[in-house]
């Protein structure tokens, strides 16, 4: 693992982390790269006083990309009103590599600026507009999600900015400076508690989530939770148990829950039906997950059900077919191809929110963690039909994947790509585990 990327979490590298600071101490930002002018107090976050201190990174480079997202949590000791430029972060390199996020020294103004490319301003974001949400001596978060022409800017989880189409091109910077301008002036006054860059583009739920410390925990947040090892299940075998205690799902057929899993033989009866799962009935979002091993080669019929709500041609179900995997919600569906022949430990997740306002917005797959392109066929409905007293089932008999079903889980709610990545890295370690 990178040195440059040891203070964020497995699910923000796998998010495309490439740049973490905690501030935690003085060996950590050595240790990182970092060298730090001034005598400030480092003790999980820097105290910068505002005339010598700051923290130099050199030879980023490949850190920091055309496509960027910045995380920077700060605790400022001056008010927007100040009469002076205060820098967040600069940056030095090639003509078109600079990054800046300052607050301007403008008596009439005080804007908060957010340049990309060397000096092109991509908005100077007025006093009266960022002031109600700049908080003096307390915890405050900047969140930027920038690719040239759509960039978007959070201040304490309110948006600032959105899709601002100013267009820049864009190098990879040499050096950042976190508390000054590059030649050393302008230096922030204040605590710099943490820095993040990375190479994807934020969510605006992603932001709200960093700024409310609430990005891991919606596992507190499930529907359904369902390990499915030979621990979880009743004494008798005839139901598997799910851990939020609100859907324990009733086995039937010959095979029961092993080491390996829930085994869907394919071969009749094979399934686990959870009864009426009134959640996802009229349901507006969802995020349903998957952890399993296949046991026939992917994409190799239509048909093979791994989960199904259906009345009639009002349904949500997620099969597979000669195509790829799909999730199909009452007609409509979308689908995405498998390119490796994954045989153990694949992760599916499929996150519906029906406040978007496009196919891509509505519904998207993830495959092991990471997002991947689905294709559409109709248009993506706002809700799901009302599938009351219909059961939710894994598996469908003799048209079921024959496969090690090993974890279900259900949210209301759509996860964020950060929230998908960290459930299955979750997944697999509680596999290692439990052996």
């Not at 060996?27 to 006083?49: Q, R």
């Not at 990054?99 to 908005?123: C, F, H, M, P, V």
């Not at 995405?336 to 406040?355: A, E």
């Not at 009302?386 to 889980?409: C, E, N, Q, R, W």
């Amino acid at each position: 693992m990178s040195k440059l990327v040891q203070n964020c979490t497995a699910a923000e590298r796998m998010r495309g982390c490439t740049f973490a600071e905690t501030f935690k101490d003085s060996s950590s930002i050595a240790l990182n790269g970092g060298t730090i002018s001034g005598t400030p107090i480092v003790k999980d976050g820097i105290n910068l006083n505002g005339t010598t201190d700051r923290v130099l990174y050199q030879s980023l480079g490949r850190e920091v990309q055309p496509t960027i997202s910045i995380v920077v949590e700060f605790v400022p000791d001056f008010a927007t009103t100040e009469d002076a430029t205060r820098y967040i972060i600069d940056s030095s390199g090639p003509a078109s590599g600079r990054i800046i996020i300052r607050k301007d020294n403008n008596a009439a103004s005080n804007t908060l600026r957010l340049y990309l490319g060397q000096t092109n301003l991509i908005e100077a974001i007025a006093e009266a507009t960022y002031s109600p949400y700049w908080y003096v001596g307390k915890r405050n978060v900047i969140v930027v999600s920038s690719i040239s022409g759509a960039t978007n800017m959070w201040l304490n989880g309110i948006q600032l900015l959105t899709n601002d189409t100013t267009a820049f091109t864009y190098d990879s910077i040499t050096s950042l400076y976190v508390g000054s301008t590059n030649s050393g002036t302008s230096f922030f006054d204040g605590r710099i508690l943490s820095l993040k860059v990375f190479n994807t583009l934020l969510t605006a739920q992603e932001a709200l989530d960093i700024y409310n410390n609430t990005t891991y925990e919606y596992m507190n947040n499930a529907i359904i939770n369902l390990p499915c090892t030979h621990e979880m299940h009743d004494p008798t075998n005839s139901k598997a148990l799910d851990m939020c205690n609100n859907y324990d799902a009733t086995i039937t057929g010959a095979t029961k829950l092993s080491t390996r899993g829930y085994e869907i033989a394919a071969s009749g009866t094979e399934l686990l039906s959870f009864g009426d799962v009134t959640e996802l009935n009229s349901a507006s979002s969802f995020t349903i997950s998957f952890l399993f091993d296949p046991q026939v080669v992917l994409m190799s019929d239509t048909g093979y059900f791994i989960m199904k709500l259906i009345d009639s041609s009002t349904d949500l179900r997620i099969y597979q077919s000669v195509l790829g995997f799909i999730c199909r919600i009452t007609g409509t569906h979308g689908l995405f191809n498998i390119v490796d022949n994954v045989t153990n430990n694949v992760g599916i997740s499929f996150v519906f929110d029906g406040s978007g306002a496009a196919n891509a917005d509505r519904l998207k797959g993830y495959l092991n963690g990471r997002e991947v392109a689905l294709s559409y066929t109709g248009t993506i409905p706002a809700t799901t039909y009302d599938l009351v007293t219909k059961p939710l089932t894994i598996g469908y008999g003799a048209t079921g994947l024959h496969s090690y079903m090993k974890h279900f889980i259900l949210h209301q709610e759509p996860l964020t790509p950060t929230q998908v990545a960290d459930l299955h890295i979750s997944l697999l370690k509680e596999l290692n585990y439990n052996g």
